[in-house]
């Protein structure tokens, strides 16, 4: 659509009709310090293909994980996406759809979004889920707050090997909210004991599996720990893959589910968006956040969908809603369902299956390198390495040489000097044997 300006006796008819003098009227509540001088510093308009090429030219000053060797992980992963997942999800009765308010319109909409629901259950090992959330991050956030409602109590334990963006998000949260979270130190060798941390006031133990440093755990004795202190224990995902080889959490014990849902049919994308998704056990179902798909039937008696529960502010009173989180990743979760459903049960574990090996070929490999050790005792497709000199330095050398070495712990803990020397690196069906090659040598020149 062509964007048609407003013309002088246009705007003066709109400014005499709400009784104002004048366009700078309508800013009057703005203090004058805040005003600008004069217009931004940016260039002036220009036409499409202008604009085209400019872009063009900031976008190719980037290095991107598909263009050159990469192993970068730490809770945003590169996976092959089928050409169909893309070229379905631009069909324009999905591309273009809201809030299926008007079930008797929306079928197609509401029926993606209970077979959505239904793979992440499956996945999981849980029993009920939502139609998704904004992204894994938020969805742990609004884990910890549901566990609140459910044991009410006011005191989470956070794993130190909880992805700091998930933790700081449940910290802003908590400020705002007054509950208390009792956060444990990053264990790079993932020895945590976070049964200890539990107390009569515990509501909930957040733990993710694989960690941030990689590490693989069986969360079954914590789950133990918990219940017995009336507790809840959410198990955070970033890398949803490994549940096709990992136990599930859900036959671990866990009470609540989430996950970033972005490495299954969704690309990096510069950091979005993503799709979190939610699971919990059906007795907790109304103290789930966010929206819930269920299949009813017609007066025909035809098979049918609509949304059955909707805590949300959007469609209840503010005091009443589990989440003030008022939509849904539609089109990402889309995308999710399309891919998964393309692998099927079987795909998803021979995928699982191929980044592992991968993986393991990876660190077999760099850990042969002087002065280099790897630290994560078990991991699926991502681990922690330590090196001989701060990783970030070594990052920089790698990305002038064109290989994304990783991500340096230290991006995530400026302030832990004792990290600086990790290296978290992640491989997938999309590392070649030259990649690693190139890594590798690229590494003898740095170290």
Partial sequence: MRYLPLTDTDRRAMLAKIGVPSIDSLYRDVPEVAWLAGPVDLPPHQGELEVERAIGALAAKNMGSSAVPSFLGAGAYRHHVPAAVDHLIQRGEFLTSYTPYQPEVSQGTLQYLFEFQTQICLITGM????????????????????????????????????????????????????????????????????????????SCVVVQNPDFFGNLRDQSKLAEACHRAGALLIVAVTEPVSLGLVEPPGAMGADIVTAEGQPIGNALTYGGPYLGLFATREKYLRQMPGRLVGETADVDGKRGWVLTLSTREQHIRREKATSNICTNSGLCALAFTIHLTLLGEAGLVRLAEINHATTVRLAERLSALAGCRIVSESFFNEFTLRLPKPAAEVVEQLAKNRILGGVPVSRLYPKRPDLADLLLVSAGECTTDADMEALLGALKEVL
Avoid: W
């Fill in 127 to 202: 029993e009920v889920a939502n139609a998704s959330m904004y992204d894994g991050a938020t969805a742990t956030a609004e884990a910890v707050m549901m566990a609140d409602r459910v044991t009410r109590r006011r005191r989470a334990v956070i794993s130190g090997n909880l992805h700091p963006h998930y933790r700081e998000i449940c910290q802003t949260h908590a400020r705002f909210l007054d509950f208390k979270l009792a956060i444990g130190e990053p264990d790079p060798a993932g020895r945590q004991d976070l049964a200890g941390l539990i107390d009569s006031e515990t």
